[in-house]
């Protein structure tokens, strides 16, 4: 029976992690490439991924400016009554690889 699925996918490198119980918030960059008349110019966006324990070791053994590539499945969220709702889309990881560490030691 075929399966209806929301998924991602991000290579790119760390920006920031923020820990929380049972759960790590994840900033990855990944850059885009668009032409501007004869130039083309790289444009960052950032991207906030949430690791559960699935995930945790592989976080755990990341730090700032590693590349790392991310997969996972994307969920929309609302909560909020009549005219005051708020939507959320959480990006969740159900992979997290380390592909290459930051350069420098200061990058934890």
Known sequence: ???NISEFRIIGRIGKMTPRDRVTYVSVAANYNR???????TDTYWN???CF???AQQVEAAGKGDLVHI???VRES???EAND???RT???ADTFSVLAKAEGEDSR
Do not use: A, C, F
Not at 35 to 41: I, N, S, Y
């Open 1 to 3: 029976m075929p399966q």
């Open 53 to 55: 324990s699935n995930v």
């Open 71 to 73: 997969t996972g499945r």
């Open 90 to 92: 959480e990006l969740i």
């Open 35 to 41: 032409r501007d008349g004869d130039d083309w110019k």
């Open 78 to 80: 609302s909560h909020g």
């Open 85 to 87: 709702v708020s939507y």
């Open 48 to 50: 906030s991924v949430v």
